[in-house]
């Protein structure tokens, strides 16, 4: 599995979604992970995208392995945090699940879900970024149905984080996968996490949609939700500032849950 690391110290491992590789979530997280002192950042390309090829992983569960394998290999025994975004945040569920020990603070940021329901219609709030010829058609119908603020800003961070990212998916290797996405046995299948979570959704995401991640509280009694406004499924480009405040207080949270043993 390819990944590319930062710093060191004490790890925290990111998962992107799909469709894409490591480059956008550093684009979203390292402005943020970098000011941390002594912390080791992991972004791993998953299976199928990137520089990881899928092989012949046919499942989620098949994905599963393959990262606790990669924490088992990179990470060891130790503890870290986990980050995830879109189906990386699907994976990072499973992962404290099975790592719960070693997983002191779990963020999902718009969380792909089994109980996906009441997505709202794609709605786009600025277009201000449209400056011809410097997409493919390919391209550009990406950028329109990922982003909902499509301002100048966004694009020029859609061209450097997710662009590069597109022709290197594997799309047979993902489509594999992706007929057998669920796992096997739900993430939250066993007994409740009590490392504090957060949960980041997006008001306009019409991929995975705000409502049914609220049906997750139930199982992480130390989450905190948000609904952002003027935002879709890219809401990690698309409210910086606000990712880095809900970010940052997390981290506040799972450090001072470190100095506490009573859940």
Not at 6 to 32: F, K, N, Q, S, T
Not at 217 to 238: I, K, N, Q, S, W
Request: with cysteine.
């Amino acid at each position: 599995m390819h990944y590319v690391e930062y710093g060191d110290g004490a790890p925290i491992l990111v998962l992107h979604g799909a469709g894409v590789d490591h480059r956008e979530m550093v684009g979203a997280m390292e402005p943020i992970l970098s000011e941390l002192p002594d912390c080791r950042r992991l972004y791993p390309d998953l299976p199928g995208m990137g520089h990881t090829p899928s092989g012949a992983l046919e499942s989620a569960d098949d994905v599963l392995d393959l990262l606790l394998e990669f924490i088992d290999g990179v990470i060891g025994e130790g503890e870290f945090r986990l980050i995830g975004h879109s189906a990386g945040a699907y994976y990072a569920r499973a992962i404290a699940g099975r790592c719960r020990e070693q997983v002191t603070g779990l963020a999902l940021i718009c969380p792909l879900g089994e109980n996906v329901r009441d997505l709202p219609a794609h709605r786009v709030f600025r277009t201000s970024a449209d400056p011809p010829g410097t997409l493919d058609p390919a391209e550009e119908t990406v950028f329109r149905d990922y982003f909902v603020v499509q301002t100048q800003a966004m694009l020029e961070r859609y061209k450097e984080y997710v662009v590069p990212a597109l022709g290197l998916v594997d799309e047979a290797g993902l489509e594999r996968v992706g007929q057998h996405w669920r796992f096997s046995s739900s993430p939250e299948g066993g007994p409740p996490y009590f490392g504090p979570v957060l949960i980041v959704t997006g008001r306009q995401d019409s991929m995975v949609g705000y409502a049914g991640q609220w049906d997750l509280l139930e199982h992480y009694p130390r989450a905190t939700f948000a609904v952002l406004d003027r935002a879709g499924h890219a809401l990690p480009h698309e409210q910086p500032g606000l990712i880095r405040a809900l970010v940052t207080e997390w981290l506040d949270r799972v450090r001072e849950h470190g100095l506490d043993t009573d859940p």
